[in-house]
């Protein structure tokens, strides 16, 4: 992802500069619908953080917002994956994102004449995951 001041997991510790890093769901996972999931990043220099969904299985990439003004130094996040995940996306009734892509974005998040707008720090899951639905 975006790392505008070569931070590097191994220098973290020591980097001023706004970092921001997506560890998990990173690519790869079968989430599923009504579990609950731990988002996790790293940051440095950050303070809030937004948190959002991309459907990249979508013409569009729709995302939407998970969650924001997290605070980043939490590290992490608890995400309730919503029963009606269709709708929550913003898709017709009866369209249905299993087997899409998808991929979750963290922000530096910063406030601006009252609007929320996104800072240098920006990640992106490295490779897309997926959302089952839950067994009947």
Known sequence: GANPANCTKENIKGCKAPYLKVISPNGGEKLRIGQIYEIKWE??????VLVSITDVGFNSRASRPIADSVDAR????SWSIPEDFEVYLGHDMGYWAAGH???IFIGEQKEKNGSITLGIAQDESDNVFEIEKKDK
């Open 43 to 48: 940051s440095s220099g950050v303070d809030k």
């Open 74 to 77: 939490a590290g992490s996040y």
């Open 101 to 103: 892509s998808f991929t």
